[in-house]
């Protein structure tokens, strides 16, 4: 995934922002929306460790700490 398809914090809604603060962990979609890319994508960004995510069963959880980080709103 190149820096030019991810998304900065301060382009977030309010309600993504939110979301991104409040959890520990987020699903792909949500992930997807955040990063202004397709769910395929984000699953293949997690395939590649470019995205921090753990998978408990047959579903797949995005980590927030590194997310933020990855957007520069872990300040």
Do not use: C, F
Not at 30 to 50: D, F, M, V, W
Not at 53 to 65: F, M, S
Not at 68 to 75: F, P, V
């Amino acid at each position: 995934m190149s820096a030019a398809n991810i998304s900065t914090a301060e382009g977030l809604t309010p309600k993504l922002r939110e979301i991104l603060n409040e959890n520990l962990t987020i699903d792909v979609k949500t992930t997807a929306a955040i990063l202004g890319i397709g769910s395929n994508q984000a699953y293949q960004a997690i395939q590649r460790k470019e995205i921090d995510a753990i998978r408990l069963g047959g579903r797949w959880l995005v980590l927030t700490t590194p997310l933020k980080k990855l957007l520069g709103a872990d300040h």
